[in-house]
């Protein structure tokens, strides 16, 4: 979801800094931060805090979930072209989506890019399955819902590529987030795209073949 489909760091950048000095912690350099996004929320916790207890980190994501639902979910924007592709896909494809963001701030993500959430016939946050991505949890709970094994990932994060291979399903990269085309390269993903907006396309060119 994010930097696939959405723009969001502005959002989580301006929700973490807003948690941190909630619970009395210095505020983090918007480059550092974004070097975290992609991993479990629980990881970049981990990071954040290093010296604080399970009780103060699960707080500091709770603050950050409510500043984002409550004020900072309107910096997200729609990746160009996004509406059009998801609106084409949803025609031939179940989509799903998957985020380690928790479920009901995805909700918020997409009510703040303007992204109807019925294109998606399966939703899986963080907190619908047992582990996020990496793992390959997120996957196989929506091919268990779907009663079918998925054909693709789409993600611009490493984790996804990750998670992907781990399920065993091919994977997408995408260049719109923070993970350079020779780091995603690294983890030798099946396709690397500029955006989603080369999804289609892609997609033609596989089942033609």
């Known amino acids: 979801m994010d930097n696939t ?3 969001s760091d502005k959002a989580h950048i301006v929700s973490y800094n807003e948690a941190l000095e909630k619970l009395s912690f ?3 350099n918007k480059e550092f931060l974004k070097k975290l996004f992609g991993m ?10 290093p010296n ?16 984002l639902l409550k004020k900072t979910y309107k910096f997200i924007k729609p990746i160009s072209g996004v509406r059009k592709v998801l ?3 949803n025609k031939k494809y179940d989509l799903a989506l998957l985020s380690n963001c928790s479920h009901e701030t995805m909700l918020a993500t997409l009510k703040g890019a303007k992204i109807n959430k019925k294109y998606f016939k399966i939703l899986i946050g963080n907190d619908d399955a047992k582990h996020s991505k990496p793992y390959p949890d997120e996957i ?4 268990k819902l779907e009663h079918n094994k998925a054909d693709f990932i789409v993600g ?8 992907g291979k781990k399920a065993k399903v091919k994977t997408i990269a995408v260049l719109t987030g923070n993970y ?4 995603l390269k690294k983890y030798k993903p099946n396709y690397i795209l500029r955006s989603v907006r080369e999804l289609p396309g892609l997609l033609n060119k596989i089942n033609s073949m």
Do not use: W
Not at 58 to 66: A, I, S, T, V
């Open 180 to 183: 350079s085309k020779s780091r």
């Open 5 to 7: 489909l959405v723009y």
């Open 52 to 67: 604080s207890d399970k009780n103060i980190k699960n707080k500091f994501l709770l603050e950050h979930d409510k500043i």
């Open 156 to 163: 611009d994060s490493i984790y996804d590529v990750i998670a």
């Open 140 to 143: 196989l709970k929506a091919e």
């Open 87 to 89: 609106a084409k896909l």
């Open 26 to 28: 210095k505020k983090k």
């Open 40 to 49: 479990p929320h629980s990881q970049i916790a981990n990071i954040l805090l």
